[in-house]
Structure formats: C-alpha cells, structure tokens
C-alpha cells in the first residue's frame, strides 16, 4: 500500500519528498478512483478554496468525504487542516466547501496575512516524539489558520500562547481574536480525532521527519508490515 497525497495544488511534492526519505511510497491524488489505491491521504498545504474549486472540478468530494467517514487515516497541513475541519471561519469563508469530519472550528489565515507568515520552536508532543528526537520543533506557519474550538473526540496535541505570536508577528488582528476564543490565550494548532491528524504548520518544510513519522505509524497496513515502511513500532 502506498500513502496518497492529495495533489491539485500546493506543497505535494514537498510531503512526497519527506514520505521518500522516510522508505514509504507517496502518490499524487487527482482523481476519485485514485483514492482506492492508497492506504492513507495527506493533504496539503496551500490555498484552501481555490483547492476546493479543483476538488469539485475533478467530482473528489464524494469520494473524499466516503475515505474519511471509512476511517482511512487523513493528514490535513494548514489549508489541508481547514479543508478537513467542520467549520471554518475568518475572512471569505462564505460558501467554501469543505470536506468535513474532524470536529473543530477553524479560523482561516488566523494569524494575518502573508508577510505576517511565522516559524517558531514548539514543544513536541510525547506521542509524536516516541523514538526521541529534540524536544521541540520547528513549526513554519505561512498564513496559517488555528483552530479555536474542538469537539470532545478531538485529542490536541499543540497549542500556541497568543503572548508568543504578538511578540513574532505584530499583527493587530491577533489581539482582537484573543477577546473571541473561548481557550483564552491559547489557540490550537495541532489536533487528533481517530483516523483524523490536522497540524495548522507545515513539518514537510523542515528538516524533521518526526510529524510524518507518526502520521505513518496511523495507517494500520504500515504496522502489519504490508508497506515497505522500515521501522513501526508503536502502539497508536
Ligand atoms: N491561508 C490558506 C488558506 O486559507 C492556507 C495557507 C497554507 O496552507 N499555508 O487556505
């Protein structure tokens, strides 16, 4: 079995990339029937409603939505995270179509425009970072969404005090949001629902392969030893 990678815009090759240095076969994704051949999907990151116009130009949204409702582990990165979200909210969400399934409420391009793009050092979860490595991570957001309110199915892995943001990236809008989310001055940025994984930052940017890691130790036919994946174990 082979991870597919959702590919009608933004950063797929770079996740095909990391799958590659990792001995696990990635595959583009353009078409329903493509879905069949693949165990798991990344979806990436890039620009959520001009990915959902392809998406409904190549009819993938029946078929997307039947993958996640079959519990086939999905990894959605930034627009991929919004693209699996039950909600988005921010600037021109109005009408976007979205696939659904992971339950939260995300705020598109939460943490401003462009220029106002950001890497920082986050702790890394326990559970991503079982076969060791630093105790951080080099998190690259490039006008990233957060996620400002989860369901209670919804695991979450990494949040990201708004006091750290203000001092990166001096964006107004930050302040005003703060007042709106119900998490105080947190927001979330990395969550896990069942077969669902969704990180608002970008680890096929980076040199660390701990995110990707542990996305494969999701897909079952990778821990039966099915794929040519090298090493898995773990329990999760
Ligand atoms: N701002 C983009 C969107 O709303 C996401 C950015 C990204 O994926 N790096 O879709």
């Not at 409603?49 to 086939?72: C, D, I, S, Y």
Request: proline share 6%; glycine share 8%; net charge negative.
């Amino acid at each position: 079995m082979v991870v597919g990678v959702l590919a009608l815009q933004g950063s797929f090759n770079e996740h095909i990339a990391v799958l590659k240095r990792l001995g696990v076969k990635g595959v583009e994704v353009r078409k329903p029937e493509q879905l069949l051949n693949v165990s798991s999907l990344i979806i990436p990151g890039g620009e959520s409603t001009t990915m959902a116009k392809l998406a409904e130009l190549h009819n993938l949204f029946p078929a997307l939505r039947e993958f996640v409702q079959m519990g086939k582990p999905v990894w959605g990165t930034c627009a991929g995270l919004i693209f699996l979200a039950n909600k988005a909210t921010g600037q021109k969400t109005g009408g976007q179509k979205l696939i659904g399934g992971l339950d939260c409420i995300v705020h598109r391009n939460f943490f401003g425009s462009q220029i106002q793009s950001f890497e920082t050092e986050l702790p890394i979860p326990q559970v991503v970072a079982e076969e060791g490595g630093p105790p951080s991570f080099r998190a690259v957001f490039i006008r990233a969404p957060a996620i400002l309110d989860v369901g209670p199915d919804v695991e979450v892995l990494a949040d990201i005090p708004l006091s750290a943001i203000e001092t990166i990236n001096s964006n107004p809008a930050i302040q005003k949001e703060e007042d709106s989310t119900e998490s105080g001055k947190k927001v979330i940025v990395a969550v896990k629902q069942g077969n669902l994984l969704a990180t608002a930052f970008h680890p096929e940017l980076t040199a660390d392969t701990r995110w990707h890691s542990y996305f494969l130790k999701m897909v079952p036919e990778i821990e039966e030893g099915t794929s040519d994946i090298v090493s898995t174990s773990t329990s999760n």
